[in-house]
Nanobody
Framework: QVQLVESGGGLVQAGGSLRLSCVAS????????MGWYRQAPGKQRELVAAFTNGGNTNYADSVKGRFTISRDNAKNTVYLQMNSLKPEDTAVYYCNVRGLFLNSWGQGTQVTVSS
């Protein structure tokens, strides 16, 4: 059974930083698409950053240059380093892993950026 557990969210002032972590069990990140998504109140869930199946990285235009996705395959953990945070980054952040017959989500972690 696949389980994803996010952590690292919190309240931070604009301009600050946070690092989110997503620990996976029951699946190997390095063999699948893995992404960080976020959903703000009243808005659709959107992709923030991802590793593709081939290991390339993709970022939403709104976070390029500020957020960095990384992973530790030995720990089966994916990180999202978020710098220069803005109030519009406020959302619940979810990690997601997808592959053949696989599409799993974590429970989410709240990120709140105050102005």
């Amino acid at each position: 059974q696949v389980q994803l557990v996010e952590s690292g969210g919190g309240l931070v002032q604009a301009g600050g930083s946070l690092r989110l972590s997503c620990v996976a069990s029951g699946v190997t990140f390095s063999r699948n698409f893995m992404g960080w998504y976020r959903q703000a109140p009243g808005k659709q869930r959107e992709l923030v950053a991802a590793f593709t199946n081939g290991g390339n990285t993709n970022y939403a235009d709104s976070v390029k240059g500020r957020f960095t996705i990384s992973r530790d395959n030995a720990k089966n953990t994916v990180y999202l380093q978020m710098n220069s945070l803005k109030p519009e980054d406020t959302a619940v952040y979810y990690c997601n892993v997808r592959g053949l017959f696989l599409n799993s989500w974590g429970q989410g972690t709240q990120v709140t950026v105050s102005s």
